[in-house]
């Protein structure tokens, strides 16, 4: 019998920011992200890691975009700082695939822990924020 190993990243209404569109993308990184981790301890190989995490990256995109998107159109006065956590986010990861790609560094528990910590910090730190903002906006 074949048992799965426990999710990296379980999600936990915790995380939710009470917006729907936000919580659906958030719920869908977590499943990306488990999803790389499965592929990394199941030894699945490069190319489906590197398809994984290629699918990692441009849901960040569309997630970001719509969050960025979200915070524009209703003023959100941290929209700035909270922009350049995702630039710093997308910058760090397109950095390690180009390194994973080009076979300098391959995906490490430590890489994991990364984008799982980043990813429930900014959740529970940045997002919370702007959750009751938009919500009082009429944003749900």
Known sequence: MVTTP???????????VKIGIVDTQHKNLVNILNELHQAMLGAQGKDKVGQVLLNLIKYSQVHFAMEEKLMQSHGYTD??????EHDQLASTVL???????????????????????????????S??????FLNAKGVF
Do not use: C
Request: glycine share 4%; no cysteine.
């Open 127 to 132: 997002d919370k924020k702007y959750g009751p």
């Open 79 to 84: 929209f700035p700082a909270h922009k350049a």
């Open 6 to 16: 426990p999710l990296l990243f379980p999600w936990s209404e915790i995380y939710s």
């Open 95 to 125: 950095e390690f695939q180009r390194k994973f790609l080009s076979n300098e560094v391959g995906l490490t528990v430590e890489m994991m822990d990364f984008l799982k910590d980043w990813l429930s910090k900014h959740i529970l730190d």
